[in-house]
């Protein structure tokens, strides 16, 4: 069974800095490409960025410019995405995302509140 976990959102100010992880489990995770998404209030999920399953290549959505970084750790099956300068408009719902087998997975999600 493929299982996802997010953990590590919480509240900041704005300027602050949060690292969220996300776990998985029930696939071949050290190959996999992996996702961060989020959805802020109101508006549509909208992908974060994501990274490859060596670590070797990442890519990022336009918003990031340069604030976030995603890296992950195979042997812990985690991935994280650091955050920093974050702004009120970075708030919403923080969710991991991985394919397997031909099928879409998404864990829970992890809230971020940032205050201004």
């Known amino acids: 069974q493929v299982q996802l976990v997010e953990s590590g959102g919480g509240y900041v100010q704005a300027g602050e800095s949060l690292t969220l992880s996300c776990t998985g489990s029930?696939?071949?995770?050290?190959?996999?490409?992996l996702y961060w998404y989020r959805q802020g209030p109101g508006k549509e999920r909208e992908r974060v960025g994501l990274?490859?399953?060596?670590?070797?290549?990442?890519k990022y959505a336009d918003f990031v410019n340069g604030r976030f970084t995603i890296s992950r750790d195979n042997a812990k099956r985690t991935t994280y995405l650091h955050m920093t300068d974050l702004q009120p408009e970075d708030a919403g719902v923080y969710y991991c995302h991985a394919n397997w087998l031909g099928f879409p997975y998404w864990g829970p999600g992890t809230q971020v509140i940032v205050s201004s």
């Open positions: 029930g696939f071949r995770f050290s190959s996999n490409v």
């Open positions: 990274m490859n399953g060596d670590g070797s290549n990442t």
